[in-house]
């Protein structure tokens, strides 16, 4: 199975791939070496963060303490992503926008510079940032949602969603580890898997408001595991790969 891509590639890189018990530096090397690689062939990436065990840290220390909404959870969780954000954009610095995509204004900003910028990147020849950082932008919005959100403003038709993952299945795999995989799935499929309703800390491979997004807007996302750097090669480089299509 294969994928065609443009020269434009959203990204929705799960927390726990950053950062699952601690920061893992050994992983963001082998991701910073990557990411560069491609951008010295002209492509362009968006790539929004997650926040990993920080935010589920925070989020049950509050609920320890006091009795806490979804909304504040989701604000925990924001922040997190945000101070994620941070790090990448501090790795790709001279590559990256210098400003994180922390808000939809900024999404529909950028994809006009996309389109009209003459500032030229210090590694590309072309007329765009090498890397854009985004994170959470507010509650109820998740950052699988966040990635299909900039895909879309950006005139792009899929978003990689690069987590734990390696496919869609039917079931949860840690629980049923027989559970049978896809390699390609409908939207309209998927979501009978998933719940209909977004709670914070809700782990799905593509969340229920971003699947809903995605389907509206005719989108495709593609499933991997995101430390599976050579994988995500073959992706990108339109080879066999491992993972699953909804579209």
């Known amino acids: 199975m294969n994928y065609k891509f443009g020269k434009t590639i959203v990204i929705s890189l799960g927390g ?5 018990e601690s920061i893992d530096i050994i992983f963001l090397k082998k991701f910073n070496k990557f990411i560069r690689k491609f951008i010295k062939r002209d492509y362009k990436f968006v790539i ?14 509050a609920a320890e303490i006091s009795r806490i909404s979804n909304d504040d959870k989701d604000w925990i969780g924001i922040h997190t992503t945000r101070l994620n954000a941070q790090l990448l954009r501090t790795i790709f610095k001279d590559v990256a926008d210098p400003e994180i995509i922390d808000a939809k204004e900024k999404s ?14 210090r590694i590309n020849a072309n007329l765009w940032y090498g890397v854009t950082i985004g994170s959470g932008w507010r509650p109820g919005w998740s950052t699988d ?8 403003d950006f005139g792009v038709k899929e978003f990689i969603n690069a987590g734990k993952p390696a496919y ?6 840690k629980k049923f580890p027989k559970a049978k995989k896809f390699e390609k799935l409908s939207w309209g499929e998927y979501r009978k898997l998933i719940p209909s309703k977004w ?3 809700f782990n799905s491979p593509v969340d229920p408001i971003a699947a809903k997004l995605c389907q509206k807007e005719k989108m495709a996302a593609i499933v991997i595991n995101g430390k599976d750097l050579r994988n995500f090669g073959n992706l990108l480089d339109g080879k ?8």
């Open 16 to 20: 726990s791939i950053i950062y699952p």
């Open 48 to 61: 929004v963060t997650g926040g990993g065990k920080p935010a589920r840290i925070f989020q049950e220390a």
């Open 108 to 121: 529909i900003e950028r994809a006009k510079t996309k389109k009209t910028s003459v500032a030229k990147p």
């Open 145 to 152: 949602y966040i990635a299909a959100s900039i895909a879309a």
């Open 168 to 173: 869609v299945f039917e079931k949860d795999p």
């Open 199 to 201: 709670i914070p800390g």
């Open 240 to 247: 066999n790969f491992k993972g699953t299509i909804v579209s």
